[in-house]
Every structure is written in structure tokens, then in C-alpha cells.
């Protein structure tokens, strides 16, 4: 029931950081390939560049003068001449290129370029090859850092906004918990008070149809205090579990309701096994009786028939409530919390969903058949001790 602004901001930021960083892959993508061209046409002008500084040496050495040509050699650059049947004069490169066709070239992770030269000129030589082994990762990495910045400062951004946005929200959130708590507290008092002065009535006066709504009444009133009060403190306690004779405690409940079915001249039939035991928490187990059984009342015709059955099934203990009632529409959405097939039934549209949220907690089987017009049935299959 608490707000918590740093998960919501927390939550929030990193979604809306996503969000964008998606959004902006189209433009990341199209930036890097740009990159990428830019860098390949550099590379194409500096291979170029190198390979005509070549000649220009070449085209300096007079053989009448200078005894050895001493072939450039560089860091970042490998060439190598090559004759007209594509064997190497001399060479530095350390491949082989796959092509001579004069011009740029892409080979693995090299880049060379093929020159063509006059015949006879060059020792001899008809191409010549300049390459260099490009490597792309500075780019990607460059891209990936600018990725990372912008995630980083669009998280705490939206953080340091959603933050504060927030805040409103958690002041009138704790204040509205703050109530409903406070609420819960000074319904409880009177509350037990009906309950135990209708008992007390009922035995000095006897009961009558009067005193039969009053306490059925109560007792719908109380079903939806024990689903508030389990919602708020279902987060704060630790709900241990223990041997329950369900047996004995689902005959106690069906006992509790059936002044409330009274009211409505529903009959509870029960088919209830003795002494089957099962290893659960008495208020959860309540919230899924409880529940089940009240909407069984609320949903049925007046007049009609509710049947409650508990039996062993080999390893499984299995507990159903049927009624001959109103039937459902949409079955699937009835453990939604807020869902109400008929909103003049009353209720919040919580209580089954608490018992969803204890049966996915506690690996309980529900399955549920209705048919509108015909009533419904609830299973649940727990394990067995």
C-alpha cells in the first residue's frame, strides 16, 4: 500500500532511458555507417597519398648515381612491387592480394591499393601495392561510449525528474495509508461490537429475521475487513505455516456463513472428508474460504443451492465450492483485482484476487468452471501432508 518514490523513479528512469536509447539506434546506426564511409574514403586518400610518395622516390634514385634503392618502409603501411604476371619484385605486404585491378580494395581486415606503372620503368615492376590493416574498432567503440553517456545522463535525469515528480504522489499516498489504517482500526472496534451484542441478543431474546440481517450483514462487513487488513499487512508479515485439520476449519466458516445464506434462504450442503490435514497459514486459508464462499452466496439465486466439498485425492487434498447461480461472463478475468461481473453485487472486486495472489504464492491449482445462467465451481488442489 506504501508508494515507494525511489523504486518509482528508480523504475521509471530506466524505462524511459531504454525507451530513448531504442529510439535513437536508428540515428547511432546511420551515424556509424557514415563513420565507417568516412573513414574508409581517408584511408583510400592516405593509401593513395603514400603510394604516389613511393613513386616520387622511385622516380628520384639514378642507377648511374646511387648503388641500392632503399624501398620506403612505414609503421603503418606495407607495399610491395609487383610484375605484370602478378609475382612480386619485392614486397612487404603480408598477404597476397586476391586482385590487381588498379584501385581501392578490400581484403579481410586490410585495405591496399593497386597502381598501375609505365612498362620497364620501375624495376621492372607493373604494379604497385600499398596497404594497410584498417581496423574499425575505435569507431564502434567511440559509437558504444556515446551510447553509454547518453543512457547515463538520460537515467539520471528522468531519475532526478521522476523523483521529484513523485514526491506529491508519496506524500498523499502515505497520508491516504495513514487513513485507510487509521480507518481499519476504528472500524474494527464497532464492528465487534455488533457482532458480539447480536450473539448476546440472540441469546437472551432468540433470534429473529431482523437480528438474522444485522448479523449477516456484520459478517459481510467483516469478510471485507479481513481482505483490507490482509492487503495492508501482507507486506509486513511473515505468514507462517502450520497443521491445519481442514476439515474441522472449513465446517467452522461454512457455519459462520450460513446465517448470511439464511438471509437469502440459500442452503450450504456440505460433503466435507474428516481429519484431512494440510501444512498452510489458518489466514491465508481463510482469505481463500472465505472469499470463495461469499461469492458463492452473493452470485447464487435466492432460494438456491451452495455445495461445499472437501476430499484426499491420492497425494492432492481438493476443495470446491458450487453454486446454482448467476454464472460469469468472462471466467478468465474473474481473479483481476477490481473486476466485478454484476456491479450491483457490491464488493471492491478484490477478494479473489487476493486468493489468486495466495495461490501462485502457495503453488495451488485453481480451476474454475461457470456458465452463464447455470452457476459456477472454484477447485483448488493443495498437496497433502
Known amino acids: 500500500m506504501i508508494f515507494d518514490r525511489k523504486k518509482f523513479a528508480l523504475k521509471y528512469a530506466l524505462l524511459y532511458a531504454l525507451l530513448i536509447s531504442l529510439v535513437m539506434l536508428v540515428p547511432l546506426f546511420v551515424y556509424t555507417q557514415l563513420m565507417l564511409a568516412i573513414n574508409e574514403a581517408k584511408t583510400e586518400n592516405d593509401l593513395l597519398r603514400e603510394a604516389r610518395n613511393i613513386i616520387m622516390q622511385m622516380e628520384k634514385f639514378n642507377p648511374s648515381r646511387d648503388k641500392t634503392f632503399h624501398f620506403p618502409r612505414y609503421s603503418s603501411y606495407q607495399a610491395g612491387l609487383y610484375d605484370s604476371n602478378m609475382q612480386n619484385i619485392f614486397t612487404l605486404l603480408k598477404f597476397v592480394p586476391p586482385s590487381f585491378t588498379p584501385g581501392y580494395h578490400k581484403f579481410n581486415e586490410y585495405r591496399y591499393y593497386v597502381m598501375r606503372l609505365p612498362e620497364d620503368r620501375y624495376f621492372g615492376a607493373k604494379y604497385l601495392v600499398i596497404s594497410k590493416k584498417e581496423n574499425s574498432m575505435e569507431i564502434y567503440l567511440t559509437v558504444l561510449m556515446i551510447i553509454v553517456g547518453i543512457v547515463i545522463m538520460l537515467f539520471l535525469l528522468t531519475w532526478m525528474v521522476f523523483r521529484n515528480f513523485a514526491r506529491p504522489f508519496e506524500i498523499i499516498n502515505q497520508q491516504l495509508d495513514n487513513f485507510i489504517k487509521d480507518s481499519m482500526h476504528e472500524i474494527n472496534t464497532p ?101 470463495t464462499l461469499s461469492n458463492a452466496i452473493k452470485y447464487s439465486h435466492e432460494r438456491g443451492k451452495v455445495f461445499v466439498e472437501l476430499k484426499k485425492n491420492g497425494t492432492n487434498t481438493i476443495f470446491s465450492i458450487k453454486d446454482e447461480g448467476v454464472g460469469m461472463k468472462e471466467p478468465e478475468k474473474v481473479f483481476e483485482r477490481y473486476y466485478r461481473e454484476d456491479s450491483f453485487k457490491g464488493g471492491f472486486g478484490i477478494g479473489l484476487n487476493i486468493v489468486k495472489n495466495i495461490a501462485d504464492q502457495e503453488g495451488i491449482i485453481i480451476e474454475v468452471d461457470s456458465k452463464l445462467g447455470k452457476g459456477s465451481t472454484f477447485t483448488y488442489i493443495f498437496e497433502t501432508l
Request: glycine residues 0%; charged residues 30%.
Open 191 to 291: 464492528l465487534s461490537i455488533i457482532q458480539l451484542n447480536a450473539d448476546l441478543f440472540a441469546r437472551k431474546f432468540g433470534s429473529s429475521k431482523y437480528l438474522t440481517r444485522i448479523k449477516a450483514a456484520a459478517k459481510t462487513l467483516a469478510t471485507i475487513y479481513n481482505d483490507m487488513d490482509y492487503l495492508i499487512k501482507k507486506e509486513k508479515l511473515t505468514y507462517e505455516k502450520e497443521r491445519i485439520d481442514f476439515s474441522k476449519f472449513l465446517q467452522t466458516q461454512v457455519d459462520y456463513f450460513k446465517e448470511v445464506a439464511t438471509l437469502r434462504e440459500i442452503e450450504i450442503y456440505t460433503k466435507i472428508d474428516n481429519e484431512v490435514f494440510i501444512n498452510f497459514n489458518p489466514t491465508k486459508l481463510q482469505r481463500i474460504v472465505d472469499n
